[in-house]
């Protein structure tokens, strides 16, 4: 590992020598430009160890990585969605299995069930971003091609943590907004619900998951 610090830090420290080396000897004419031009700010060079301390950092799990690393292993779903805002209610059941994958930094989730009479299969990976220090979240599943995206932060006090992202509708091909909010209800309970909002509509629940631990 500390090799590939020192060769991040190489490759940096020389990629900004050859830029410099690039603007002194091109050999072309000095010409006057009338029209005034913005100077670009000067590359900050870095030495080896502090490049090696920051992807050491951003790298390294931490206590919010711990926190999602608590919610591994099997958990029953129960499902209500609403398909607009006026809509009545539809329920459905699955399952999900939890783990972490590379060396406890990501947490993926793999839901399985029934939707709408066609068997279902979901896939979310959750990230928690040292250097943003947010958490990202990514989801994919069979009922469509695309793949929706949130950021977000976690509320201590609450216990909840907040996604915000935008989606298209498949309907209207309009991109919508999606709001998210988990809640650690408690050791063995988590409640997620799902918000969106279609282009010119109002805001309305769409889905709420209370997921049980087996």
Known sequence: MKKIFITLSAVALCFASCKKEEKMDSGEPMMNDTVPTEEPAPMVEMDSATVANAWNEYMTPGEAHKMMANEEGKWNCEMTFWMGPDAPPQKETSSCEIKMILDGRYQQSTYTGDMMGMPFEGISTVAYDNATNEYVSTWIDNMGTGMMVMRGTFNGNTRTTTLNGTMVDPVTKTVKEVRELYDIVDE???????????????????????????
Do not use: A, D, V
């Open 188 to 214: 063995n309970t988590r409640k997620m619900q799902m918000f969106e909002t279609p282009k010119g509509g109002k805001k309305y629940k769409s889905m709420e998951i209370i997921m049980t631990r087996k």
